[in-house]
């Protein structure tokens, strides 16, 4: 069964540092058949941009 997780990079250095947080977690994955599947989401300014408030509460359920 494939795990699931949800990338929010947030604001400030959050994409910057989710970006190549993203690279080791896919390197393991691909190295360990670890069998997790990454999603991405917006939080912060970005979801304001996007959705009107900092964190959209289809976000926070696809958390959960």
Do not use: C, Y
């Not at 912060?44 to 996007?50: E, M, R």
């Amino acid at each position: 069964m494939s795990k699931q997780i949800l990338i929010l990079p947030g604001d400030g250095i959050g994409p910057e540092i989710m970006a190549q947080a993203v690279k080791v977690l896919e390197l393991a994955n691909d190295k360990f058949q670890l069998d997790f599947e990454l999603t991405h989401d917006v939080l912060g300014g970005a979801a304001i941009d996007k959705h009107g408030v900092p964190l959209a509460d289809e976000t926070l359920e696809r958390a959960r």
